[in-house]
T-cell receptor
């Protein structure tokens, strides 16, 4: 079965330190990959996505993720985190195809920034 | 442009009752998906509607149903509520290119079943 794995349920990081949130997926066919962020008492916000082409994708707030087909990974990174990055981050995958418009989510990683 | 509007934001119901949740997608979007979020099961896909037709369905019992109207607004209904139905229900709005643009989520309806 196709699935998404986020190995780290919680990641504490000091402010201004770098962070990597890991995401692995299992699939034998092409996929779309997404990272969403959820702040307390809010819905999900799209952070960035990989559809095809360049394997490195960036968001407007300094996050980036790299698609690695051989390792079936899509890890999220930021070189220097800020207090405002405290949130839960979800990796999601979709298998493009007619009528298959659904996202399969990982279990989430709670990022806590330590001042 | 206005975002995705979900009403109500909070709801408390008694076991055995039924409930209807509403979602208004972004203007012009024709796809509406519903997800259930719980601490134990995480985010799970319920169903997706496109132009008033259910296009995809997740692995939920028949007590969970939905519909979409001609103005793309969608409702989700849960009958015979169980304690385990307590969750945050999220609605996602999709445009013409669907997932290629990524979905826009609403703030959710938090349902508590007592």
């Amino acid at each position: 079965a196709q699935s998404v794995t986020q190995l780290d349920s919680q990641v504490p990081v000091f402010e201004e330190a770098p962070v990597e949130l890991r995401c692995n997926y299992s699939s034998s066919v092409s996929v779309y990959l997404f990272w969403y962020v959820q702040y307390p008492n809010q819905g999900l916000q799209l952070l960035l996505k990989y559809l095809s082409g360049s394997t490195l994708v960036e968001s407007i707030n300094g996050f980036e993720a790299e698609f690695n087909k051989s390792q079936t990974s899509f890890h999220l990174r930021k070189p220097s985190v800020h207090i405002s990055d405290t949130a839960e981050y979800f990796c999601a995958v979709s298998w493009p195809g007619f009528g298959n418009e659904k996202l399969t989510f990982g279990t989430g990683t709670r990022l806590t920034i330590i001042p | 442009k206005a975002g995705v509007t979900q009403t109500p934001r909070y709801l408390i119901k008694t076991r055995g009752q039924q409930v209807t949740l509403s979602c208004s997608p972004i203007s012009g979007h024709r796809s509406v998906s519903w997800y259930q979020q719980t601490p134990g099961q995480g985010l799970q896909f319920l169903f997706e509607y496109f132009s008033e037709t259910q296009r995809n369905k997740g692995n939920f019992p028949g007590r969970f149903s939905g519909r979409q109207f001609s103005n793309s607004r969608s409702e989700m209904n849960v009958s015979t509520l169980e304690l385990g139905d307590s969750a945050l229900y999220l609605c996602a709005s999709g445009g013409g290119t669907g997932l290629r643009d990524g979905y826009t989520f609403g703030s959710g309806t938090r349902l508590t079943v007592v």
